[in-house]
Nanobody, 124 residues
């Protein structure tokens, strides 16, 4: 069992930056691939980024590539999402998720544990 708690969301202007954190508790955090997803009002939850157990492999949605960076610190049981050059269309609730297994996952259905989410609002 893994418990995930996101933090770092907030209100930012267009072009600004935020860093989201996801603290994990439970066993064997380093054996999970981790991901970030987001859900805007009236839309389905969508993939944002994923990272493998070592941090050696990452993958991003086209909409955030070059602006967002996912990273992890296995010693601290934490995964991060650095978000730069934010746009109003990035406004959403951002969710952290953990997938059993070592390798990156881009599909929502492959994740086993989810956090409660943190709101990110980008004003124009």
């Amino acid at each position: 069992q893994v418990q995930l708690v996101e933090s770092g969301g907030g209100l930012v202007q267009t072009g600004g930056s935020l860093r989201l954190s996801c603290a994990a508790s439970g066993r064997a955090f380093s054996s999970y691939a981790m991901g970030w997803f987001r859900q805007a009002p009236g839309k389905e939850r969508e993939f944002v980024a994923t990272i493998s157990w070592t941090g050696g492999s990452t993958s991003y949605a086209d909409s955030v590539k070059g602006r967002f960076t996912i990273s992890r610190d296995n010693a601290e049981n934490t995964v991060y999402l650095q978000m730069n050059s934010l746009k109003p269309e990035d406004t959403a609730v951002y969710y952290c998720a953990a997938a059993k297994g070592y390798y990156i996952r881009t599909l929502l259905r492959n994740y086993d544990y989810w956090g409660q989410g943190t709101q990110v609002t980008v004003s124009s």
